[in-house]
Structure formats: C-alpha cells, structure tokens
C-alpha cells in the first residue's frame, strides 16, 4: 500500500501507539518524518527515536513518552497542511500556539523548525502540525 503523506501517517502511528499505550512504535522514513520526530523528541513530546536502515528500507523506531499516570504527554498531535490543502503563516502568525505550552511545527526555508525557533530567524512557512 502507497502512503501519499507520510508525515500524516507518522502522526497517526504515534497517536494510536499512544491510546495503546505502547513503548515503542515504528514509522516510515523520509527526511521531513524524520525532521519532525527529532523536533517533538526535543521538545519533550517523545522519548527518543533511531533511524533504522534495513538494506534500501528505512525506518525510524520511535520511544513514546508517558507521564506518572502512565498517559501519554501529548495531548493533540494534528496536521494542519495537507497535501490537498496546503496552509502557511507568516512569522507573526507561529508567534505562539496554545500560551505557550504548545507547538506549531514548520517547515521553512531554513528547514523543519519548532515555531519558536522559526520566530526567532524572523521567517514564515507551510504549517505541518501542532501538538501540546
């Protein structure tokens, strides 16, 4: 089966690993998958990731994080630009995202970057997703 969006279907996995309750939860790999997994991992979001190179496959095996409770610490991970509908905002626009606690991730021309960041270089960008 051929996954249009990638960085949709990675959303996915970690959401439904998270209801699940699961350790660990494998996705496909692309550099912006890839890019994004990195930002929620060191914005706290996730545990840890490696990439996995299996001959010409790759995939990246992602550590879910949970808190005392045993919930998961993401709250709402959504994509916001889809393949179909693709949105952008500009740098006043990703200034901040649910007061603060939360995180508008952006893929920009100096990258994939957490809102802050992309705030801070003075630059816009397609809005991939936002989780807190």
Not at 43 to 68: A, H, M
């Amino acid at each position: 089966m051929a996954i249009n969006d990638l960085v949709s279907d990675a959303l996915t996995r970690v959401r439904n690993a998270g209801m699940r309750r699961l350790a660990t939860t494998t996705l496909v790999h692309s550099k912006s998958v890839e890019a994004v997994v990195s930002i929620l991992v060191d914005k706290g979001y996730l545990d840890s990731f490696n990439v996995i190179e299996d001959g010409v496959k790759k995939t990246i095996k992602v550590v879910l994080k949970y808190d005392d409770n045993e919930k998961t610490v993401i709250n709402e991970l959504k994509r916001v630009s889809k393949p179909g509908r693709r949105v952008y905002k500009g740098k006043e626009d990703i200034k901040r995202f649910k007061n603060g606690y939360g995180t508008i991730i952006v893929s920009t021309s100096h990258g994939v970057l957490p809102n802050d960041k992309a705030y801070e270089l003075g630059i816009g960008g397609e809005v991939m997703c936002t989780v807190w």
